[in-house]
């Protein structure tokens, strides 16, 4: 008896896997014909072009979707939670900073991103190169325009290495020269704040992040997630 | 032991990043700004290919109906109510600081930003300070490198310090050409029309002009081999989907007839004459299909295009004496005029009712385009307030929202360098 299962099992299994092969269509498919919806005659917003059989697929750009469009109707949903378009088209938005200004306003700030060691900035930066949106021009592939959950935490990574950089080279801050990070006591200075977000620090800043540093356990593991989470807040969207 | 005290700090630094970010939003100007949701972008004008009606204002304009908008150029009547443009406030030091990152790909010094912070007591509020200071961005040596950077990622291509050989062109010189255009304020239609020094190279701050290889006639940009050879694919279609995204800011279809009519399962929205394009018994590929789509909506105005981009080979080689790219179907033959063109209509134009004759007249014509102008101010705009892709992530924009810009650029003789001043130091770029 369990045999016979088995035997009908056996023919049937890949029997399924094929019928529901054909129905879904291979990624060399075009996406608008009849074929490829339940309903007839039905055209995807995504649609490539014709039918299954009659012109040749439609070029695609790479990890974009089917032909590299955004869902409309997605699209619609977030401006109508905005306003209008021209209310979001009016607002900033949240583009990622480029590897190559992450770069920059690390080394200007006293990040040695020659270093190969593991777990340094400099590591972490150099290969997390792909993880942060880089563009692959041969694949037709710009830098990321957007941040992606992959760059937020290694940017986070990378933040937090340089971070203790930062501390141990406080004197090299190329973009502030004659600016003390931290005073005599080891807290935080509004200048040095300003200089590490890029913008006027204000007394909030300084506040929290001293606050941080009087509760860790230690003063240069508070001074480090406190310098941490100022560059991490500071410079997720460029 | 080191993993763990790592992971450990930077779990504490996240928590702290949070209540940073939220402590500083109560604390005012230092504060996040109100921000869209990831993405937010307006509708697309015309992605779909059923669509049946030409978007509203223009490249990168916005169809009626979608999240509010009720103008043909996108206006919203309750802007002024809307609780995300009324929570914004002025905010210069956070706008030299995006601005730096995005003008010369680094933070401003403290110097920079000092000045910013004693300005905000004078009678402007320090806006003639930080107009000052986007001035010197677009003055500053790095702001050369940036743009061709952005040229590099607007055009998908390029190949930074990688040597050129085995047949390969220079995938970097489009972008090096379009940036030098923008740094040397030259008008923006030279991407399409300029004859000479269309591959030039930059090394020490300083552009040098250089010709492309080849014997090509030259059209700016559009007759670049190294963009011919990144856009190659069968009948040159890429290469014109490229020029239409990349200069036009939206997708195929782009033309719009004001008398759709139905053709087997869906509506014929082009202008041209429906058998403008091959098809039909004998032809090897069937643009006057039905069936699914309509595909003639687009190709109508894609083949009268792509065979005077089809003399370049996969390397971006030009050879006028035969195309170069070829038919997918069987066999993979070379392509011949009839596939894209049927005998007795086998002439060319950038739209219906352009003619063009050869790729210095389709420049002039794409340069005469209003669309291409609108283009190129959506983009920098985009550019300025963090958006994404106005094609590919339907960022689309508004015309009422660069209509002062796309004003300028027009009357100032079309130099984009004056666009991006204009849009970094915008009303709307100052405010968080």
């Known amino acids: 008896m369990k045999s016979s299962i088995l035997f009908v099992s056996a023919l049937l299994l890949p029997t399924a896997l094929a019928a529901s092969g054909c129905q879904g269509n291979g990624s060399d498919q075009l996406t608008g014909s009849t074929g490829w919806s339940n309903t007839p005659n039905a055209v995807a917003y995504d649609s490539l072009g014709s039918g299954r059989l009659n012109t040749p697929n439609h070029f695609q750009n790479p990890n974009l979707g089917l032909n590299g469009l955004t869902d409309p109707a997605q699209v619609q949903v977030q401006v109508q939670a905005v306003g209008s378009p021209e209310a979001v088209a009016r607002l900033h938005g949240c583009s990622k900073i480029t590897y190559a200004a992450l770069g920059a306003l690390l080394t200007s700030r006293g990040v040695d991103l020659t270093q190969t060691a593991m777990g340094t900035a400099g590591e972490l930066y150099t290969d997390g190169a792909t993880a942060l949106g880089v563009a692959i021009y041969p694949g037709r592939t710009p830098e990321a325009i957007l941040g992606s959950t992959a760059s937020l935490a290694k940017e986070m990574d990378i933040l937090v290495a340089a971070a203790g950089e930062i501390l141990a080279n406080n004197p090299v801050m190329s973009a502030c020269p004659g600016t003390a990070l931290l005073d005599q006591t080891g807290n935080f200075t509004k200048d040095g704040i300003s200089c590490i977000l890029g913008k006027p620090a204000t007394a909030d800043h300084v506040t929290l992040a001293n606050q941080v540093i009087s509760e860790a356990s230690d003063l240069p593991t508070g001074q480090q997630v406190a310098l941490a989470a100022l560059l991490e807040a500071a410079q997720t969207c460029e | ?432």
């Open chain 2, 1 to 432: 032991m080191r993993h763990t005290k790592w992971r450990s700090i930077a779990t504490t630094a996240l928590g702290v990043t949070a209540l940073l970010a939220a402590g500083c939003e109560n604390g005012g100007s230092g504060g996040s700004p109100q921000k869209e949701p990831e993405g937010a972008t307006a509708v697309a004008p015309n992605g779909a290919s059923a669509a049946v009606a030409p978007p509203l204002g223009g490249p990168g304009g916005t169809t009626a109906g979608t999240g509010g908008a009720t103008g043909n150029d996108g206006a919203d009547p309750g802007l002024a109510k809307n609780p995300n443009i009324m929570a914004r406030k002025i905010n210069y030091g956070e706008a030299l600081r995006t601005a730096t990152l995005k003008l010369v790909g680094d933070l401003p010094a403290l110097t920079d930003i000092n000045d910013i912070v004693n300005a905000a007591s004078q009678s402007d509020g320090g806006k003639v300070v930080y107009q000052l200071k986007i001035d010197a961005l677009l003055a500053d040596p790095r702001f050369a490198v940036r743009q061709i950077q952005w040229w590099r990622d607007t055009f998908k291509t390029g190949a930074p310090g990688e040597p050129t050989g085995m047949g390969m062109p220079d995938f970097d010189a489009a972008a090096t050409f379009a940036a030098e255009v923008v740094v040397n304020d030259r008008p923006y239609t030279d991407l399409f029309t300029a004859s000479t020094g269309t591959c030039p190279t930059f090394a020490n701050g300083t552009f040098t002009d250089a010709n492309c290889p080849g014997t090509q006639p030259v059209a700016g940009v559009l007759t670049d081999p190294g963009l011919m050879s990144q856009y190659y694919a069968d009948l040159a279609f890429r290469r014109v989907r490229f020029i239409q995204e990349t200069f036009v800011c939206n997708a195929m279809p782009t033309e719009f007839s004001g008398n759709p009519t139905a053709v087997g399962s869906g509506l014929y929205t082009s202008p041209w004459p429906f058998t403008s394009v091959s098809g039909g018994t004998g032809a090897n590929v069937n643009f006057q299909d039905t069936s699914a789509v309509i595909c003639a909506n687009c190709h109508t105005t894609l083949n009268h295009i792509a065979p005077l981009f089809a003399y370049f080979d996969a390397n971006g080689v030009y050879n006028n004496t035969a195309f170069q790219v070829s038919t997918p179907i069987p066999g993979e033959p070379t392509s011949v005029i009839s596939d894209w063109l049927p005998a007795g209509q086998q002439t060319f134009a950038w739209r219906f009712g352009t003619p063009v004759t050869d790729l210095p007249s389709l420049g002039a014509a794409i340069a005469a385009d209003p669309a291409i102008a609108q283009c190129a101010v959506n983009r920098v705009w985009n550019y300025a307030m963090s958006r994404g892709d106005i094609v590919n992530d339907l960022a689309t924009v508004p015309p009422v929202v660069t209509a002062s810009l796309l004003a300028d650029f027009k009357s100032g003789g079309m130099k984009l360098k004056t666009v991006i001043r204009e849009a970094f130091t915008s009303d709307d770029f100052v405010q968080f």
